[in-house]
């Protein structure tokens, strides 16, 4: 089936640590996107690539990092920078400007 | 510049009512994309529908139906005789299209309890 899975579904942190969460999907999509979701709040905009190899940042990605190696990968870095990663992670991906995005199911990331 | 206002926080209904989920948005572009996004208690968001900016025919899918009306800048959604499936937090996006489109915004959602 075409999707979009991420991994893990579940993550914890221990404070300091770089984790990574993994993006793939299998919609031959062009651009993929990392929003953060914290409880009871809206979707922000984390990192999103239009194209392989570029990547713009977006409203908070201080603390984050990406790659866009290749089309169907978009993993995302929390670094020991980020202050505050305990939220919940969508990813997400679509063929282009103001077409449907798709989303993952999502991770949550937990600092213990 | 783009902004998406959802102004309910929560509603709570009794099953079987009807309920509206409203959403205002700010665009200065004549060319736009408009979504509802449905997001149950397991996280993922599911796409319910994308409207066009030039295409203000309102919609119905099942007990679900969407107002677009350009005059007053909405797009809201109604359920007609709420089921307890129904409850989820509901996401209204826009995406501009002449500035890039590339990055959608989303609306801060409206939690929905439909109550048995």
């Known amino acids: 089936d075409g999707g979009i899975t991420q991994s893990p579904k579940y993550l914890f942190r221990k404070e300091g640590q770089n984790v990574t969460l993994s993006c793939e999907q299998n919609l031959n999509h062009d651009a993929m996107y990392w929003y953060r979701q914290d409880p009871g709040q809206g979707l922000r905009l984390i990192y999103y690539?239009?194209?392989?190899?570029?990547?713009q940042k977006g409203d908070i990605a201080e603390g984050y990092s990406v790659s866009r190696e290749k089309k169907e990968s978009f993993p995302l870095t929390v670094t020991s920078a980020q202050k505050n990663p305990t939220a919940f992670y969508l990813c997400?991906?679509?063929?282009?400007?103001?077409?449907?995005?798709?989303f993952g199911e999502g991770s949550w990331l937990t600092v213990v | 510049a783009q902004k998406v206002t959802q102004a309910q926080t929560e509603i709570s209904v009794v099953e079987k009512e009807d309920v509206t989920l409203d959403c205002v948005y700010e665009?200065?572009?004549?060319?736009?994309?408009l979504f509802w996004y449905k997001q149950p208690p397991s996280g993922e968001l599911v796409f319910l529908i994308r409207r066009n900016s030039f295409d203000e025919q309102n919609e119905i899918s099942g007990r679900y139906s969407w107002n677009f009306q350009k005059s007053t800048s909405s797009f809201n959604f109604t359920i007609t005789a709420s089921q307890v499936v129904d409850s989820a937090v509901y996401f209204c996006?826009?995406?501009?299209?002449?500035?890039?489109?590339?990055?959608?915004?989303f609306g801060a959602g409206t939690r929905l309890f439909v109550k048995a």
């Open positions: 996006a826009l995406s501009d299209l002449n500035t890039g489109g590339f990055k959608t915004i």
């Open positions: 665009t200065r572009d004549t060319t736009y994309y």
């Open positions: 997400a991906s679509d063929t282009g400007s103001g077409n449907t995005i798709y």
């Open positions: 690539s239009q194209i392989v190899n570029d990547f």
